[in-house]
């Protein structure tokens, strides 16, 4: 959303590999919020594993997916730190809930040859066989400026350390980062 949000919900989304699982993890730590990361909403959600969703239905059937787990992480009770997952940007009806969403968006951002440095061959992830380059660059292009105009935070992940990434995030709560 655009402005503060009424609870401390923090939704970090971004390209695979930029970082949502760590400093996700590094929020809740320094805050003792939990954190949801997308493979565990998917699975409160529909019941299945992200892998599951892939191997049986495919590109369709794991936007169907994430796109439920996305709500599930909006219905979670705050305060909460949840990653989302990095294709949700390709659906309009994702695109308008984040839009709404009673959060704080955070866009952890990287430059595709960082990125492409952090998959390594890209095996254990979807989309990326055989040319993760290509393939990351082609994915960037349509998603970064969607990204970018939901985001309430943007933070470069290759140029801002996973502490100063979570500080960030604080700083940008507000008061709701220290309730009373
Ligand atoms: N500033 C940073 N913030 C987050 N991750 C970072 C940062 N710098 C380097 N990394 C590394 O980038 C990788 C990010 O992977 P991960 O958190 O699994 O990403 P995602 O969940 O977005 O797919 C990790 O190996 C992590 O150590
Ligand atoms: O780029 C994508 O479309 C995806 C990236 C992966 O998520 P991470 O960003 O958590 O690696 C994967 O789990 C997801 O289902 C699809
Ligand atoms: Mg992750």
């Given at each position: 959303m655009t402005g503060q949000p009424s609870e401390a919900r923090v939704l970090?989304?971004?390209?695979?590999?930029v970082g949502k699982s760590t400093v996700g993890g590094a929020l809740a730590a320094a805050t003792g919020w939990p954190y949801v990361d997308n493979d565990e909403l998917v699975l409160r959600a529909n019941g299945v594993t992200t892998r599951?969703?892939?191997?049986?239905?495919?590109r369709p059937a794991i936007r169907q997916a994430e796109s439920r787990a996305l709500r599930q992480a909006l219905a979670e009770p705050a305060p909460l730190v949840a990653g989302v997952a990095a294709g949700v940007v390709e659906i309009e009806?994702?695109?308008a809930t984040l839009r709404s969403a009673?959060?704080?968006?955070?866009w952890l951002h990287a430059p595709i040859e960082v990125l492409?440095?952090?998959v390594g061959t890209g095996e254990d992830r979807p989309w990326l066989s055989p040319d993760p380059e290509a393939a990351l660059r082609r994915?960037?292009?349509?998603r970064d400026p969607i990204y970018s105009s939901l985001a309430d935070l943007s933070?470069?992940?290759s140029a801002t350390s996973t502490g100063e990434c979570v500080q960030r995030i604080l700083d940008a709560l507000g008061p709701l980062a220290h309730p009373s």
């Open positions: 970090l989304m971004g390209m695979m590999a599951q969703v892939l191997d049986t239905g495919g009806d994702d695109i009673d959060a704080l968006v955070v492409v440095q952090r994915l960037a292009e349509g933070l470069d992940t």
